[in-house]
Nanobody, 113 residues
């Protein structure tokens, strides 16, 4: 079955950087678009970034120019490099394989001074 394990979250000051990682297994990774979502308590989960099987990327407006999604098909990994972090980026971040409906446990990102 699809398994997704996120890591790399933590506490960082505004303006800082973090790199999130997602280890995927149980499916043919290279055949799926991959996405990063985030969720704040009491709000709906929102799409942050996506990467297609061919490497095309997309971002929500609020993170464009600051976040970069990438993938390594040889390692079944997807990454989210987050720079110039803001307090409003605080959330639990999840990765997802498009169309699978499977979610990992998420990784907490807290941006605070």
């Amino acid at each position: 079955q699809v398994q997704l394990v996120e890591s790399g979250g933590g506490l960082v000051q505004p303006g800082g950087s973090l790199r999130l990682s997602c280890a995927a297994s149980g499916f043919t990774f290279s055949s799926y678009a991959m996405r990063w979502y985030r969720q704040v308590p009491g709000k709906e989960r929102e799409l942050v970034a996506s990467i297609s099987t061919s490497g095309s990327t997309g971002y929500r407006d609020s993170v464009k120019g600051r976040f970069t999604i990438s993938r390594d098909n040889a390692k079944n990994m997807v990454y989210l490099q987050m720079n110039s972090l803001k307090p409003e980026d605080t959330a639990v971040y999840y990765c997802n394989a498009a169309g699978t409906g499977s979610w990992g446990q998420g990784t907490q990102v807290t941006v605070s001074s």
